[in-house]
């Protein structure tokens, strides 16, 4: 077996987009940054996210039944930093950014280059993180002259084995 640190290096290789994933839940509004993102259906067209089990996200997601991928420009990373914790919301914001309410009821980005609105097809439980499977039921762009983000954008790691504390 490899070692944690060879196994980290190794996971944090994959080419990763990164994005906000919107959820809601009643009241309850939040977004998270995420990195396990890919597209596994085309009939019906459907997007994969992994959320952590223990995440404010995977609980709205969860009772909610939908999500939102939020891609952002490559030029504005520092927005991921915000959303590694459970968000603010006030008004028609979450931690200060812009929302509208998709077809689903979950939170899109104003700002977002790009989202997709989801609905809850398949939730794998995978032991840390749960596999969601959304099919797109609406989607939109903003700006399709704009690189999407991805985890090389930033000094942010995520994958491998847990880390101390986390």
Known sequence: MPSDEILNRVTWKIPNALALIGSRAGDEWNAMTASWIT???MEP?????GVDNTSVTHRLITAGGSFTVNLWSADDTRVFVKFSKPATKEGMTLNGRP????ITG????E???????CEVRHAIDFGTHTFFAGEIV???????????ASMSDTRMKYGGVRRGGH
């Open 39 to 41: 597209q596994v259906s």
């Open 45 to 49: 067209v459907l997007i994969g996210v």
């Open 99 to 102: 929302i509208r309410e998709g």
């Open 106 to 109: 979950a939170p899109i980005f």
């Open 111 to 117: 700002e977002a280059i790009a989202f997709m609105d």
């Open 138 to 148: 609406d989607a939109g762009i903003r700006d399709d002259e704009a690189r999407p």
